[in-house]
């Protein structure tokens, strides 16, 4: 994926922590970040783990941590740039479409890839199509 994030500069599974930091604040759009605890229990790190690899995110930029008070203990939010939250989604949507294949996959299985894309394609068409219209309703 040209011009996002090189996972080859990063640790292993620092792939999971950018999908974790991006499902997390999601989830929890009302605060909009997430903590080193929930980072570990989702990727299955230990919090030193997480720790180090939101580190090396946050001196490339690509990551964002603020120290904080809840409940009178300290915790540190952690939240993705906005560059970092689009390259979470294009791994989540490599996920999905990579989980799609059996361990051997047919053509057919391909097919059925490329008939789904298709489908979101067209899904994407209809609705920039309804929002030209909707602008066109907006000027008058």
Do not use: C
Request: proline share 3%; aromatic share 8%; glycine share 4%.
């Amino acid at each position: 994926m040209t011009g996002d994030i090189d996972l080859s500069k990063y640790p292993d599974d620092t792939d999971k922590v950018i999908v974790a930091i991006d499902k997390k604040t999601v989830q929890s759009y009302e605060y909009g970040f997430t903590t080193l605890k929930k980072i570990a229990e989702i990727t299955g790190l230990t919090k030193m783990q997480a720790r180090y690899r939101v580190e090396q995110l946050d001196e490339n930029g690509h990551v964002r941590r603020e120290k904080a008070f809840d409940r009178e203990r300290a915790l540190v939010r952690i939240w993705l740039t906005p560059e970092a939250e689009k390259y979470a989604r294009k791994l989540l949507d490599y996920e999905e479409i990579v989980g799609r294949f059996p361990d051997d996959p047919t053509q057919d299985d391909f097919i059925e890839v490329l008939d789904h894309v298709r489908e979101l394609e067209s899904r994407i068409d209809e609705m920039e199509s309804e929002i030209e219209e909707i602008k066109e309703i907006m000027r008058f």
